[in-house]
């Protein structure tokens, strides 16, 4: 099928990952374009094929799921990333939101999921398993806690909160410029409005307050 969402599958138990790809072989709406056992072989892979949708498992050699979904974001891959994993850890979570990872799965409930899970991805939605679901409720509770907190949060605008995000990974305002596509003096201009709307003041004032809540931030919308 011309239209079928391409998928690279990485997992570095052949068994599971060999399920995986019997999986996808047999529904009609996906193509495999690559395999892989450890995350920088399926960097590789995903470089050179430059699929849909990559299914990664979250802890493997090398690169695990949530750095491979770091590396994929770097470097400006097209590819959507759904993460699969043991348990429901909450911090491992959040590294996964904070990186625009799209799905994440429990691996008990893969072979029911993961299909799902990889449409959502390959259209922008998330999905997230149901037994996960408390992770992102957490999440979310925690975003509003921290805009209740920090009241001038809530007046920021779209753009201003999407560019309060980019400060905390440590990007430049040049750089905040190329990935937004705006002039760096838009960019200035938002950090200034940013500043006085969080009554933050001194030359780095505003850098150390999106360091130290950079987690929360990533809950906003």
Do not use: C, W
Request: no cysteine.
């Amino acid at each position: 099928m011309s239209d079928a969402i391409t998928v690279v599958i990485a997992d570095d138990h052949p068994v599971f990952r060999r399920g995986l790809l019997e999986v996808f072989r047999q529904d009609g709406r996906f193509t495999i374009a690559g395999e892989a056992g450890d995350g920088a072989e399926a960097l590789r892979v995903i470089e050179q094929h430059q699929p849909a949708v990559a299914i990664l498992d979250i802890r493997m050699p090398h690169l695990n799921g949530v750095q491979l979904a770091r590396e994929i974001a770097a470097r400006r891959l097209s590819t959507r990333v759904v993460l699969l994993t043991m348990h429901a850890d909450e911090e491992l979570f959040d590294q996964a939101m904070e990186d625009g990872v799209l799905g994440y799965v429990l691996k008990e409930n893969a072979i029911t999921d993961v299909l799902a899970a990889a449409e959502n991805a390959a259209h922008g939605r998330l999905f997230i398993s149901q037994s996960l679901a408390g992770l992102l409720v957490n999440r979310r509770v925690r975003g509003r806690e921290f805009a209740g907190e920090h009241t001038g949060i809530s007046s920021l605008s779209p753009a201003e909160r999407r560019i309060l995000r980019l400060i905390a990974t440590d990007k430049t305002s040049k750089e905040i410029a190329a990935e937004l596509q705006i002039s760096v003096r838009t960019v200035d201009t938002h950090r200034q409005n940013i500043s006085q709307k969080l009554n933050l003041q001194g030359s780095h004032s505003l850098l150390k307050f999106a360091f130290e809540h950079k987690a929360e931030l990533q809950t906003l919308g």
